[in-house]
């Protein structure tokens, strides 16, 4: 009987033992699992709690503070796991250091991110082109900004790239403007043409009394007087106005019998020379190549 208590207090010491070896990465992966939720629930948030800043704002702060918290948390499950953090500062300047000369463009890209997002030309949500592509601005990342086009493709420009060129932010402001190039006979009258352009964007309720509608001679075309029509529109509404002004114009220039002529040519054979033979032929009719 004595016997039994002996082994059986053994097998539990020995089993205690083995549990406590468990225990430092049970802790480190409770430790990691907090982080990974309380980071989380941040970014959950930042995204109920702070509406009124832009979602550029909101974007970086969410990344910012959760990268922070998950950061922290993780560090200290692997000091209970026992590793020493002295030692591995110490091998990271010598890695950094060969790493800073090997990604000097990812160096640029991350200075030009920090360019774009102080500057504020482009944030999350704007209908921008650059480089002849246009798109939806999705994030502005460390190293590179997404795009997604009209017709759903992915488009990553490198920031230093964002920097260095030409950007067109087309919904920045909450107006703008539509330009309509279009030309008239020589024969219409200019007063009556004019008087039904202001009429076409006094009708539509998509164009803006203010700024007015503006008309702009374009001057003496080939076969034809130019103007340039020029109405504004909310940005919501922009393209509906530009599918329906073109329609409406020509409504109402043909309920006006105001002609848009096609180009003319004249064929000019000299003052003294004879004039092109002409010969009809009608449908029908076998045509004589003499």
């Given at each position: 009987?004595e016997?039994?208590?002996?082994w059986?207090?053994?097998?539990?010491l020995?089993?205690?033992g083995q549990a406590?070896?468990?225990?430092?990465?049970?802790?480190?992966?409770?430790?990691i699992?907090a982080?990974?939720?309380l980071?989380?629930?941040?970014?959950?948030?930042i995204?109920r709690?702070?509406p009124s800043l832009t979602?550029?704002?909101r974007?970086?702060?969410r990344r910012?503070?959760s990268?922070t918290?998950f950061l922290l948390?993780?560090i200290s499950?692997?000091?209970?796991l026992?590793?020493?953090?002295?030692?591995l500062l110490g091998a990271?300047?010598?890695?950094t250091?060969a790493v800073g000369?090997?990604?000097?463009?990812?160096?640029?890209n991350?200075?030009?991110?920090?360019f774009?997002v102080?500057?504020r030309?482009?944030e999350?949500?704007?209908?921008?082109?650059?480089?002849g592509r246009?798109g939806?601005?999705?994030?502005?990342?460390?190293l590179?900004t997404?795009?997604r086009?009209?017709?759903?493709?992915?488009?990553?420009?490198?920031?230093?790239?964002?920097?260095k060129?030409?950007?067109?932010?087309?919904?920045?402001?909450p107006?703008r403007?539509?330009?309509?190039?279009?030309g008239?006979?020589y024969?219409?009258?200019l007063?009556k043409?004019?008087e039904?352009?202001?009429?076409v964007?006094?009708?539509n309720?998509?164009?803006?009394e203010?700024?007015?509608?503006?008309i702009?001679?374009q001057?003496f075309?080939e076969?034809?007087?130019?103007?340039?029509f020029s109405?504004?529109?909310?940005?919501?509404?922009y393209l509906?106005?530009?599918?329906?002004?073109?329609?409406d114009i020509?409504?109402?220039?043909?309920?006006?019998?105001i002609?848009?002529?096609?180009?003319?040519?004249?064929?000019?054979?000299?003052?003294k020379?004879?004039?092109?033979?002409v010969?009809?032929?009608h449908e029908?009719?076998?045509?004589?190549?003499?």
């Open positions: 009987m016997t039994l208590k002996t059986l207090s053994r097998l539990n020995s089993a205690l406590d070896q468990y225990v430092p990465l049970l802790q480190a992966a409770l430790l699992a982080g990974f939720l980071a989380r629930f941040a970014r959950f948030t995204n709690a702070l979602a550029q704002q974007l970086l702060l910012g503070v990268y918290i948390f993780f499950g692997l000091r209970e026992g590793f020493d953090f002295n030692v990271a300047g010598i890695v250091l000369f090997a990604s000097q463009t990812s160096v640029s991350i200075i030009s991110g920090l774009l102080i500057e030309s482009v999350v949500g704007d209908i921008i082109t650059v480089n246009t939806e601005v999705l994030t502005v990342d460390l590179s997404k795009l086009t009209f017709d759903n493709l992915l488009v990553r420009i490198p920031n230093e790239t964002m920097v060129a030409e950007i067109v932010n087309l919904n920045r402001f107006i403007r539509i330009d309509v190039k279009l008239v006979a024969k219409e009258n007063k043409v004019k039904v352009l202001l009429e964007a006094d009708t309720p998509l164009c803006l203010e700024p007015a509608p503006l702009i001679a001057g075309g076969s034809s007087i130019n103007f340039q109405v504004w529109t909310s940005r919501e509404n509906e106005l530009l599918n329906g002004i073109h329609e020509k409504r109402a220039f043909d309920a006006a019998d002609e848009i002529p096609f180009p003319h040519r004249t064929l000019y054979s000299g003052l020379s004879e004039a092109f033979p010969k009809i032929i029908g009719q076998p045509h004589d190549p003499a």
